[in-house]
């Protein structure tokens, strides 16, 4: 119910950062404006006494998080990658949101396994280990099965975490519902719909059925990928609460100076990490949109591994095309073609001025190029970015939420690993190629191909639409239009015929 009761949900967030000073530390740490800084204080102030108490033994900012719960946790993951918006020291500290939470007992594990797969742990597994790994909705144990003796990766969800979701979730609502009332320029960001976003992707986390499809259908896409890996999930073994996947044995993404020590090449891995990315959300559609260095590890032989595939991002091919002109025109510094993409697709109003658009662009992207990458400053470059979206009448899209989101992690992942990468110079590869086989008149027959086989599905039903055609127009009170009808079959032939030629153009090619 996203009532008035949820007030006591946000005050208590308010009062819970205020008692376990992670208000002070937090605005520091992000920069906020010194008047902001003022009446976070004086406001959290009244009600610190009713804030959480959390672990003493966390750091401010995470003892807040964990103290508030996993919706409140999946946020401080995210801001663990971005070092250079909160600050190492901070990012630091978050990082233990990733996977390294206090886990639930052993034996509320045991029974939950029983209860879904219908076996007890020692029937299914001749070893099954305390938690391995614990994070905010769930936590890992490593097991070995009694069958045929592989070793898996068994993941339990935290009891009551659906209900706690549901709780934090709808204060979000009436949050952004009241954001939209008390600021109406606000709505154009349509905070509402990106919690209703955001939900959903929750809801899916929360059923590990989904999660297992989510692997299996990565695993499909980028098997052929070099130098990375998806563990498989064993279906026989899984459920709604319970999933087992292939055990991933590697050096953890984020122990920098353990990857050194062993010989990898930091440097080869944050270029990988977003050349990989880039390429799921392009060539496929469907990438891995919880991209932290706690789901991803290094095998022996330099591979990639990702697991946790509870967050997964899926963008049509449209919309694909369309990011990726936005992006090879920055890459190439063409201001005027990020414009016209930006109209085309209609994501600025047509009543604005192009060129101003484009001017305002280029000052957005300029200052990237040329520049070490640990100089620039992502929370001033996104606060500019805020005010051009502003000034143009800019709408939030809810499709590139989680695009945007994974992009911002994946940076953040690449340069823990190297912090002077330059991320457009990375990225112009993987970009270039998209655009090469995807925009231009190889993708036009291609087009034109899928077009005709969908004619084709339609082909027996044909001769029964051109008849309600005829029909239709000699029922009319009006004398009848031949040339109308004849122009609405020809245009139904000749497209019938263009794309029966660009499916053979396209066998051929």
Not at 146 to 167: H, M, N, Q, W
Not at 256 to 285: I, K, N, P
Not at 288 to 315: E, P, R, S, T
Not at 349 to 366: H, Q, S, T, Y
Request: with cysteine.
């Amino acid at each position: 119910m996203r009532g008035p009761h949820n007030i006591w949900r946000l005050i208590r967030t308010g009062a819970t950062f205020e008692r376990t000073g992670a208000m002070k530390l937090a605005l520091e740490a992000m920069e906020a404006p010194p008047a902001l800084r003022f009446a976070a204080r004086v406001l959290g102030w009244p009600f610190k006494w009713l804030g959480y108490r959390g672990d003493p033994a966390l750091p401010p900012v995470t003892r807040a998080l964990t103290a508030l719960g996993p919706a409140y946790i999946k946020f401080g993951q995210v801001l663990s990658t971005r070092p250079d918006v909160v600050g190492h020291d901070l990012a630091d500290q978050l990082r233990v949101l990733q996977d390294k939470l206090p886990p639930f007992p052993t034996e509320v594990a045991r029974r939950t396994v029983a209860a879904e797969l219908g076996a007890g742990v020692d029937v299914l597994f001749s070893e099954f280990s305390d938690s391995v790994a614990a994070a905010s909705i769930a936590q890992v144990h490593r097991a070995r099965r009694s069958d045929t003796g592989v070793e898996v990766a068994v993941k339990i969800l935290r009891p009551g975490v659906e209900r706690a979701f549901r709780r934090d979730i709808d204060a979000f609502h009436f949050a952004a519902g009241l954001i939209e009332f008390l600021s109406p320029s606000s709505r154009r960001l349509r905070p509402g719909d990106v919690v209703s976003h955001f939900e959903s992707v929750v809801t899916g986390e929360l059923d590990l059925r989904l999660e297992a499809a989510s692997a299996s259908e990565f695993a499909a896409n980028t098997k052929e990928d070099a130098g990375f890996q998806v563990p498989e999930p064993h279906w026989g073994l899984s459920s709604r609460r319970v999933m087992t996947l292939g055990w991933a044995e590697g050096i953890a993404l984020g122990d920098v100076a353990a990857l050194r020590a062993a010989g990898h090449d930091c440097t080869a891995l944050s270029e990988r990490v977003l050349q990989l990315f880039l390429s799921h959300a392009l060539r496929d559609g469907y990438f891995h949109a919880d991209m932290h260095q706690g789901n991803l590890k290094v095998a022996a032989n330099g591979d990639l591994i990702a697991y946790d595939f509870g967050i997964m991002g899926q963008i049509d091919e449209y919309t694909r095309r369309v990011y990726a002109e936005i992006l090879i025109g920055f890459i190439r510094k063409d201001y005027r073609r990020v414009a016209e993409v930006h109209f085309e697709a209609g994501y600025v109003p047509a009543d604005r001025d192009i060129d101003d658009f484009a001017r305002a662009l280029r000052a957005v992207g300029e200052p990237i190029f040329g520049m070490d990458a640990s100089r620039i400053s992502m929370a001033h470059l996104l606060a500019y970015l805020f005010e051009v979206t502003e000034r143009f009448g800019m709408e939030t899209r809810t499709e590139l939420i989680l695009l945007q989101r994974t992009m911002v992690v994946v940076e953040g992942v690449a340069r823990s690993l190297n912090a002077s990468i330059n991320m457009w110079q990375v990225a112009r590869p993987v970009v270039e190629s998209y655009i090469k086989e995807s925009v231009g008149p190889a993708a036009l027959v291609r087009d034109l191909a899928r077009t005709v086989r969908v004619l084709g599905r339609f082909g027996p039903r044909l001769p029964g639409i051109a008849e309600a055609l005829l029909t239709r127009q000699t029922a009319t009170e009006e004398p009848p239009r031949p040339r109308s009808l004849l122009t609405g079959l020809g245009l139904l032939i000749l497209g019938a015929m263009i794309g029966a030629a660009a499916l053979v153009l396209f066998e051929m090619l």
